[in-house]
């Protein structure tokens, strides 16, 4: 399995693009990949050089997937206003 985080981190150039291209390629109906993006499917070509290069990327990446979205506050977010909730909640009961 493959896990690939933040993929909408950076803007990919021509090269980045097309090593991308033949990962996804060579690992196309053969083996498990995760990807985790902030951007939607609409916006990914943005990340690529441009539409054409996104659509031949996700019209492999799509072909078997499940696609979950997850909306609301990131969990480092939350799990820092939690935190932060109880440290106030220590320094009152003192």
Excluded at 51 to 62: E, M
Aim: hydrophobic content about 35%; aromatic content about 10%.
């Amino acid at each position: 399995m493959l896990i690939i985080d933040e993929l909408s981190y950076l803007k990919m150039d021509k090269e980045k693009e097309s090593i991308f291209f033949q990962v996804i390629r060579q690992r196309y109906e053969k083996s498990s990949l995760i990807i985790i993006t902030n951007l939607p499917l609409s916006r990914w070509d943005e990340v690529f050089t441009g539409q054409l290069a996104a659509t031949a990327i996700l019209d492999r990446l799509v072909y078997h997937c499940h696609i979950l979205s997850i909306t609301g506050d990131s969990f480092r977010v939350k799990g820092e206003k939690y935190l932060e909730g109880n440290r106030k909640d220590t320094k009152e009961d003192k």
